[in-house]
């Protein structure tokens, strides 16, 4: 009977301790219950009593820092994605040469980051056998700086990130490095980001940015991202000039090789007719030796037969001169002879 009795009040023991642990459970269960709610719709949990050492409870605040951690992330993501497409509508809708497109980019770039100041460089394509890099926009306290500066590799900050192609960001600056000039004073920048804008592991410029305040990791990835997309844009940019540049050269050449043709025609026009003027005159010369030859021809025959004329006018004159000397010598002796007679007269005369 004792033996019963002892049973009895060990089991009622047991209940009791039961059902005050399925007490405590319910409560925490409960709390659980009104914390998970208040956490899903974003209510002040300050307000709530919590119940201490819950696993349970303490598993929904590692889920709360979570989600909390999730949310910053996830604002982070939503920052950079609506600079990305702002800065994507900037390149895409501009159609400004290449340093009002910088001006756009950098002054917009120092108002979204909510720095001090920005410098933009980019690769000089007019030297030839060395790159040097240009300083195409400055901004300062949202106003534009003119600043002629030239960077070559490995000079300087700028120099180094262009030759290692990896960006640099600095919360101790060197006392010699630029200070920013503001209304309030002048201010030496405690951060310093450059970052390398690349497409396809090359270099097409430098992103300088200086702040007084420090910028968050996903402020420089956002940074870099947007170097990759003005990389590809100049890349572009300098593409396009390049082709309307050879679109121009190729007119140019087109509109030379037409006058070259419309020159070679009419020089092939001109030969033409230098050529049939050359056979009319071939012709006409062939006429001629044909009229020289009988001609010639001609002359040869009255030479010929001036030749013979003048053989028998030879023979004759020499046959008449040979009858003058005849009769001039017959003369002669007719002279004498009439003398002769004359003088026998004469003697004939005197003897009568």
């Known amino acids: 009977m004792n033996k019963q009795i002892g049973i009895k009040i060990l089991w009622l023991d047991q209940y009791a301790k039961l059902k005050e642990e399925n007490k405590q459970l319910n409560n925490q269960l409960n709390e659980a219950l009104n914390y998970t709610n ?18 349970l409870l303490e598993a929904i605040d590692k889920v709360k ?50 720095v001090t100041q ?20 400055a901004y300062a306290y949202e106003r534009k700086k003119y600043i002629n500066k030239t960077v070559k590799p490995r000079e300087g ?56 305040n420090e910028m968050p990791d996903y402020q420089r990835e956002f ?7 003005i990389a590809s844009s100049i890349a572009a940019t300098r593409n396009s000039d390049r082709m309307k540049s050879l679109l121009e050269d190729s007119q140019i050449q087109a509109e030379q090789m037409r006058a070259q043709e419309e020159e070679m025609r009419q020089n092939v026009e001109e030969l033409q007719a230098t050529q049939e003027e050359m056979h009319r005159k071939q012709k006409e010369l062939e006429a001629t030796n044909v009229k020289m030859q009988h001609n010639e021809a001609v002359l040869k025959k009255a030479f010929d037969k001036m030749r013979t004329s003048e053989s028998t006018y030879k023979e004759q004159i020499k046959e008449l001169k040979e009858n003058s000397d005849q009769k001039a010598q017959r003369i002669e002796e007719l002279e004498r002879e009439i003398e002769l007679k004359n003088e026998e007269i004469k003697k004939l005369g005197g003897q009568l």
Do not use: H
Not at 39 to 54: C, I
Not at 118 to 132: H, Q
Not at 169 to 190: F, V
Not at 196 to 209: F, K, Q, T, W
């Open 65 to 114: 820092v979570q989600r909390e951690r999730l949310k910053v992330i996830e604002k982070e993501r939503e920052w950079v994605s609506n600079g990305l497409t702002t800065f994507v509508d900037i390149l895409r809708t501009s159609q400004s040469n290449l340093e009002e497109l910088c001006d756009k980019i950098i002054n917009s770039l120092v108002r979204y980051l909510k």
């Open 118 to 137: 920005g410098g933009l460089f980019v690769i000089n394509e007019n030297i030839e056998e060395r790159k040097e890099l240009q300083l195409i926009s």
């Open 38 to 55: 208040a956490l899903l719709n974003e209510e002040d949990l300050s307000s709530l009593e919590k119940l201490e050492n819950s696993p």
């Open 223 to 229: 940074v870099i991202k947007l170097g990759e997309t």
């Open 157 to 212: 900050l700028v120099g180094q990130v262009f030759i290692e192609k990896k960006p640099m960001y600095l919360k101790e600056i060197p006392e010699q490095y630029i200070n920013i000039t503001s209304g309030l004073g002048k201010a030496r920048p405690t951060n310093l980001f450059i970052a390398p804008m690349m497409m396809n592991e090359e270099v097409y410029g430098i992103i300088e940015l200086a702040s007084l």
